[in-house]
């Protein structure tokens, strides 16, 4: 079965069984073919990743169908995270849900398909905060370049790099958060890009080393690790 949210469990909270198995759909790259007068075959430009389909066919077993409905329809409408229990280790980030009518098969059961388009990627449900007081090694646990949050602790003009990206930030109180997901720099709730120069970096698979510049006193990454 499957859990919203981390502790929402479908079976025990909300009277839910899956009718069928799970129909996942892969992460796929969404492509550009540009076709060039005398060449032979196409370019090709990766434009990004195609949004991933989660799709649940549903049975309500309950001596009250129409209350667990309702309560379950409000569970997956407002679900932010969704993680199966044979696919252990990862969660999907869920971006919006749409359900179909509820059929009643019998007075104490009733069936409805819900599909819930998500992040393309699966997010690895261990992903520890990471934290940096001088410079180096940090470890991709995944498969898929990952878009963390970071953090940067120090004052005045600073600077760090990873993966070839250096950011250049000017900090005027305590600290500065980097988005790299959302692209946007930040002082608690307020946009800072202004006083961030360069890319927004990433970490790619595998073993990254991470530069600290004169000034910060530390680094704290979320790392959003995750696999395709």
Not at 194 to 219: A, C, D, E, H, W
Request: with cysteine.
């Amino acid at each position: 079965m499957f859990t919203l949210d981390g502790t929402i469990q479908a079976r025990r909270d909300l009277n839910l069984h899956l009718a069928s198995p799970v129909k996942l759909s892969p992460a796929g790259r969404v492509v550009e073919q540009i076709v060039v007068p005398g060449r032979e075959g196409t370019l090709t430009r990766e434009q990004g990743w195609n949004d991933r389909v989660i799709t649940l066919d549903l049975i309500i077993r309950s001596r009250d169908v129409m209350g667990s409905w309702r309560i379950a329809i409000t569970a997956l409408s407002n679900a932010k995270r969704i993680a199966f229990r044979h696919d252990t280790g990862v969660f999907y980030q869920v971006k919006s849900t749409t359900l179909t009518e509820l059929v009643r098969v019998s007075p104490m059961m009733g069936q409805f398909q819900a599909t819930l388009l998500c992040d393309p990627f699966a997010y690895l449900t261990k992903a520890d905060r990471i934290v940096l007081t001088k410079s180096g090694n940090i470890t991709n646990p995944g498969n898929a370049v990952a878009r963390p949050v970071f953090t940067v602790y120090g004052s005045g003009r600073v600077f760090f790099e990873t993966n070839g990206y250096r950011v250049d930030l000017k900090i005027d109180s305590d600290q500065l958060t980097i988005d790299s997901a959302l692209m946007e720099c930040r002082k608690g709730n307020v946009a800072q890009n202004q006083n961030m120069t360069g890319p927004f970096p990433t970490i790619r698979p595998g073993k990254s080393y991470v530069q600290l510049g004169p000034g910060i006193s530390q680094l704290v990454i979320e790392p959003r690790w995750r696999n395709q």
